[in-house]
């Protein structure tokens, strides 16, 4: 989506929007008009930054030999991992054994932070399972996400309904 505004106001929608869990970015053409570009992080793309900076925490410059093994062996591929995240997780346990465990909290832990919100889990846990958690994590960010598209929505709707409000009066 691409709108024009003047750039002061189109940094501060970008700003808002980013908290909100949207991509956002406000750049100045070359003819001065400034543009605001927005897309919807995918939740997909947090959780794979979310396993790069676990892996990166647990295994430093390791990670892409870890990667290299998840396809070879596994016929995993990265940009895969969050449709095959059973799959992965088996596979992070043949090859990590206990150690899973470990990166499977870190992966939780950086998927929390990038979620941005309480993750509602199913029910109090014993034990973490993993997959489970991805799965909590996926129908939270949705939900949050869906919730504030219905608000911004009904933000547009008013907006622009006053705004034919005011119209109507002016003629």
């Not at 969050?82 to 150690?99: R, S």
Request: charged share 30%; aromatic share 10%.
């Amino acid at each position: 989506m691409v709108a024009n505004y003047p750039i002061e106001k189109a940094r501060n929608i970008a700003k808002a929007l980013l908290k909100a869990g949207w991509y956002a970015n406000a750049v100045m053409q070359s003819d001065g008009v400034p543009i605001l570009y927005v897309r919807a992080f995918s939740f997909e793309k947090l959780l794979l930054e979310a396993i790069d900076e676990g892996m990166s925490s647990l295994c430093g410059s390791s990670k892409q030999v870890i990667y290299s093994l998840l396809e070879n062996t596994f016929n995993i591929r990265r940009r895969d991992i969050p449709y095959k995240i059973e799959d992965f997780a088996n596979a992070i346990e043949k090859i990590f054994g206990l150690g899973a465990k470990v990166l499977e909290t870190l992966i939780m832990e950086r998927l929390n932070e990038k979620v941005g919100h309480k993750i509602e889990y199913p029910q109090e846990p014993k034990e973490l399972i993993f997959t489970e958690y991805v799965m909590a994590a996926r129908r939270s960010f949705l939900k949050k996400r869906n919730m504030l598209m219905q608000v911004q929505h009904n933000q547009v709707r008013k907006r622009v309904w006053d705004q034919a409000r005011e119209r109507f009066k002016q003629s």
